[in-house]
């Protein structure tokens, strides 16, 4: 059995009685450890074969615990290791087999290994081409990203992790038929916010107490945090109006 998903998905109470639950409620078992799953990324994992959940005779995916649980290592394994689709559904249906495997990781050249004992720490920094097959896209559609300012290289061409975020995300769009140029708007959006963090911070960022300086970072995210979230209920609460 793959290990349990750490809180949320594996602990819901929609899940105590081990019934199959909706995929609905599957979103809102995940989206404390992660805010981005939408109901678009979960059906493209089952098209990508790394979940299998029941159909009800009338076409509804129903998720059972077990279910859940794989997503959830589905998008750890995602997020923390950078790592392809198809080396996540390779690894994960080895374990479920029984069989002891370790976790593959990407090196330097975006190359997919064994990980050597001891384990490595966690990627920061990520050359071009191991962005490239973390994303799961070409050169052409990276350098399309980077042309509308979505993706930018660190100083000495690397990218961090903030980047692969990034770029699993405009590649989600993009199967929703959003292309990168639709994304401008985002981008201006999320620089103005940006700015606006800023000049809230600056004060506490210059102070000459230590510790004031540490919390400008504390209150830098959390000022973030804030700003993500009412985004995403006005883009709710927008959308409502239009479609109602």
Aim: proline content about 7%.
């Amino acid at each position: 059995m793959v290990q349990k998903p750490r809180g949320g998905a594996g602990s819901g109470t929609a899940l105590a009685d081990s019934r199959p639950v909706s995929i609905g409620t599957v979103l809102n078992l995940l989206r404390d450890e992660f805010p981005e799953v939408t109901i678009s990324k979960i059906r493209f994992l089952e098209a990508e074969g790394l979940i299998d959940p029941q159909r009800t005779p009338s076409g509804y995916r129903k998720f059972s615990v077990e279910d859940v649980e794989r997503l959830a290592h589905v998008l750890r394994m995602q997020r923390d290791h950078y790592l392809p689709l198809k080396v996540i559904r390779e690894h994960l249906d080895a374990v479920e087999r029984g069989e002891q495997v370790p976790l593959p990781v990407l090196d330097r050249q975006g190359t997919v290994r064994p990980q050597e004992a001891p384990q490595e720490p966690t990627v920061t920094r990520l050359g071009r081409a191991e962005l490239l097959a973390a994303a799961q896209v070409g050169e052409r559609e990276l350098a399309e990203w980077e042309s509308y300012g979505l993706i930018a290289p660190l100083p000495g061409g690397d990218y961090d992790a903030q980047a692969v975020k990034v770029a699993g995300l405009v590649a989600e769009l993009g199967r929703c038929g959003i292309e990168p140029r639709h994304l401008r708007v985002t981008k201006a959006a999320a620089e103005r916010e940006a700015g606006l963090v800023e000049q809230i911070v600056a004060p506490l960022r210059r102070h000459r107490n230590p510790q004031t300086r540490a919390h400008a970072e504390d209150r830098t995210k959390e000022i973030a945090e804030l700003a993500v979230g009412l985004h995403s209920a006005l883009v709710e609460t927008a959308l409502k109006v239009r479609l109602s």
